[in-house]
């Protein structure tokens, strides 16, 4: 084995895997997680890869900042039928058995 090859740095692997099972979809197929209380909402000024792995991981100290900060947690009832008025896309990924979501900005 080279030893300038470098072993995969398991962080990045997973950051990768969460990347790629991320996918755009309307929230009007996201209404049964917010339903059931499985849906979170991540700020637009958070990287949703980094709070899915995250919360993954455990890092319970990273996750009550963000929400102390108002940048992370459960849909609101408000938020919900504002995203479902609009006809929202948003960026979608699992981590069991939460759903997280983020709009999807639209440039103009």
């Known amino acids: 084995m080279n030893p300038n090859m470098t072993?995969?740095?398991?962080?990045?692997?997973?950051?990768?895997?969460?990347n790629l099972?991320?996918?755009q979809i309307a929230w009007k197929e996201l209404q049964r997680f917010f339903a059931s209380g499985s849906?979170?909402?991540?700020?637009?000024?958070l990287d949703l890869v980094e709070v899915a792995f995250q919360m993954s991981q455990d890092n319970a100290?990273?996750?009550?900042?963000?929400m102390a900060a108002g940048k992370f947690g459960?849909?609101?009832?408000?938020?919900?039928?504002?995203?479902?008025e609009a006809d929202a896309m948003m960026w979608a990924v699992v981590v069991s058995p939460w759903?997280?979501?983020q709009a999807v900005q639209r440039t103009h």
């Open 99 to 101: 759903v997280l979501v």
């Open 74 to 84: 459960k849909v609101s009832d408000v938020q919900a039928a504002s995203w479902y």
């Open 39 to 45: 849906a979170l909402v991540v700020s637009d000024d």
């Open 21 to 23: 099972e991320t996918s």
């Open 7 to 18: 072993t995969n740095n398991p962080e990045e692997i997973y950051r990768a895997k969460v």
């Open 61 to 66: 100290a990273q996750i009550q900042q963000w």
